[in-house]
Nanobody
């Protein structure tokens, strides 16, 4: 069983930066593909970024490419999302997700484990 706990959300102004953290329980973290999704009010859950097990491969949604960076530290069982040049449209609850299947996926239904979410609010 994998448990995920996100932190780092908050209220920032447009153009600011914020870093999200997702801590995973258990000794199997290095076998997990990790991803970030987000859900804005009244909208569907949206893919943000995913990273492979070794951390050398990552994919991003077009809406965040060049502004957000996903990374991981397998020694600390933690995945990060560095968010720069934030925009009001980035406002959402951000979720960390994980799966053991090695291929990266942008589909929420492909992920087996989810955190509780952390709120990010960007003011204009």
């Amino acid at each position: 069983q994998v448990q995920l706990v996100e932190s780092g959300g908050g209220l920032v102004q447009g153009g600011d930066s914020l870093k999200l953290f997702c801590a995973a329980s258990g000794p199997t973290f290095r076998n997990l593909v990790m991803a970030w999704f987000r859900r804005a009010p009244g909208q569907e859950r949206e893919f943000v970024a995913a990273i492979g097990r070794s951390g050398t491969i990552a994919v991003y949604a077009d809406s965040v490419k060049g502004r957000f960076t996903i990374s991981r530290d397998n020694a600390k069982n933690t995945v990060y999302l560095q968010m720069d040049s934030l925009k009001p449209e980035d406002t959402a609850v951000y979720y960390c997700a994980a799966r053991f299947t090695p291929a990266l996926s942008q589909l929420p239904n492909d992920y087996d484990y989810w955190g509780q979410g952390t709120q990010v609010t960007v003011s204009s």
